[in-house]
């Protein structure tokens, strides 16, 4: 139950193609669910986030899609960037225990 | 500036040894984690802080052993004791508060063991 399913582990666009990335979850209690972006060599970065009470959320190029009913949600990327390049992770954050289950990445290659 | 810093950036350890790697923040959060992150895994919970001199384990807990005597202080050894050690070891960070809060990341520490 604790587990966050993310595919696909690679995906490659062509430039300014829409890149989307899916997770889906069991675990009911998840109250808040981020999306991590991360370099090679680097540390992740909190790319945008939602709350289960919102279908969806846009942050510039960047979109969260939330199916609660189907515990799916999704991250979309208009108009693909090379600079876009890297490996995204998805998470479930568990109520009251504060931590954070990631989904196993996908590696994003935006060709020029 | 403020952030999370750890060190070294690379580690190389000969099996059979303890190995300790730091990690500091001056964020002034309350919470701090450590992760490990290995190809095609995502990142997987050690250990976890939410205060000074309290720590918890977490789903991967076995041959790691941590300290949290500072605020700002979270050290993680790696003991012999880890099966199999060689990863890419990341600290992060989050204010402590009721409900769910962003967590940042430091640059991380690659060990290799020889």
């Known amino acids: 139950q604790q587990q966050v399913k993310q595919s696909p582990q690679s995906l490659i666009v062509q430039k300014g193609g829409i890149s989307i990335i899916n997770c889906a979850y069991e675990?009911?209690?998840?109250?808040?669910f981020p999306w991590y972006q991360q370099f090679p060599g680097k540390g992740p970065a909190l790319l945008i986030a939602i709350r289960p009470d919102v279908s969806e959320k846009k942050e510039g190029r960047f979109t969260i899609s939330f199916n609660k009913s189907a515990k799916q949600f999704s991250l979309h990327i208009m108009d693909s960037q090379p600079g876009d390049s890297a490996t995204y992770f998805c998470a479930a954050h568990r109520g009251s225990a504060r931590q954070l289950t990631f989904g196993s990445g996908t590696q994003l290659t935006v060709l020029p | 500036d403020g952030g999370i810093t750890q060190s070294p950036k690379y580690l190389f350890r000969k099996e059979g040894q303890n190995v300790t790697l730091s990690c500091e923040q001056n964020?002034?959060?309350?919470?701090m984690y450590w992760y490990r992150q290995d190809p095609g895994q995502g990142l997987r919970l050690i250990y976890y802080?939410?205060?000074?001199?309290?720590?918890q384990k977490g789903d991967i807990a076995e041959g790691y052993s941590v300290s949290r005597e500072k605020k700002e202080s979270f050290p993680l050894t790696v003991t012999s004791a880890q099966k199999n050690p060689t990863a890419f070891y990341l600290c992060?960070?989050?204010?402590?508060?009721?409900?769910?809060?962003?967590?940042?990341f430091g640059p991380g520490t690659r060990l290799t063991v020889l």
């Open positions: 992060a960070s989050s204010i402590r508060t009721s409900g769910a809060n962003e967590q940042f």
């Open positions: 964020l002034n959060h309350d919470a």
């Open positions: 802080s939410q205060i000074v001199n309290d720590f």
């Open positions: 675990n009911t209690a998840f109250d808040y």
